[in-house]
T-cell receptor
């Protein structure tokens, strides 16, 4: 049973437009969510996070939205830039337990075309 | 601060052999987690160590084991390698592994089993 799902394996957008990456989860115990970005031959790097007490968190061009009732979160990138082309992983954990155990989605490959 | 380092970066083994991978966390970080990434799969959690103790374990067979040393460096061992063990193995460190901490990933060790 996959507890964190990213249903779109890939997404292609034009430079300057908005990129929206989606993530669904099934475990209602998850209360902390993160997005990581991964370039080829590198490990994932942290991008942005949100706890379940919020429904939105913004950091520059990146905004994460959380809909707890739908168990859905999304990452918005505005405006998209070619350097944003990477694999994006959604991850979830339980704040009351150890962050050392995060559950990841399969990733979405974002391609931003110049 | 130096980032998370993993050695070796690439490894080729044959079925039935065993392998040991090494991870040096960011200085001061005491939590080290290991993940397996295979094509089309997200990051699958293997285990997490904190202060030389395994705190969390994922759903992997007993052939996968690990340990952590007093300086927080960690090793992961896979015995009796199978073709399906070919993957990118990532380690991540965090300060204390509490629920809201970001994990910092190393570049990974790519293992190919022939």
């Amino acid at each position: 049973d996959q507890q964190v799902k990213q249903n779109s394996p890939s997404l292609s957008v034009q430079e300057g437009r908005i990129s929206i990456l989606n993530c669904d989860y099934t475990n209602s115990m998850f209360d902390y969510f993160l997005w990581y970005k991964k370039y080829p031959a590198e490990g994932p790097t942290f991008l942005i996070s949100i706890s379940s007490i919020k429904d939105k968190n913004e950091d520059g061009r990146f905004t994460v939205f959380l809909n707890k009732s739908a168990k859905h979160l999304s990452l918005h990138i505005v405006p998209s830039q070619p350097g944003d082309s990477a694999v994006y992983f959604c991850a979830a954990s339980e704040m009351g337990t150890n962050a050392g155990k995060s559950t990841f989605g399969d990733g979405t490959t974002l391609t931003v075309k110049p | 601060k130096a980032g998370v380092t993993q050695t070796p970066r690439y490894l080729i083994k044959t079925r039935g052999q065993q392998v040991t991978l090494s991870c040096s966390p960011i200085s001061g970080h005491r939590s080290v987690s290991w993940y397996q990434q295979t094509p089309g799969q997200g990051l699958q959690f293997l285990f997490e160590y904190f202060s030389e103790t395994q705190r969390n374990k994922g759903n992997f067979p007993g052939r996968f084991s690990g340990r952590q040393f007093s300086n927080s460096r960690s090793e992961m061992n896979v015995s009796t390698l199978e073709l399906g063990d070919s993957a990118l193995y990532l380690c991540a460190s965090s300060s204390s592994g509490t629920g809201m901490e970001t994990q910092y990933f190393g570049p990974g060790t790519r293992l190919l089993v022939l």
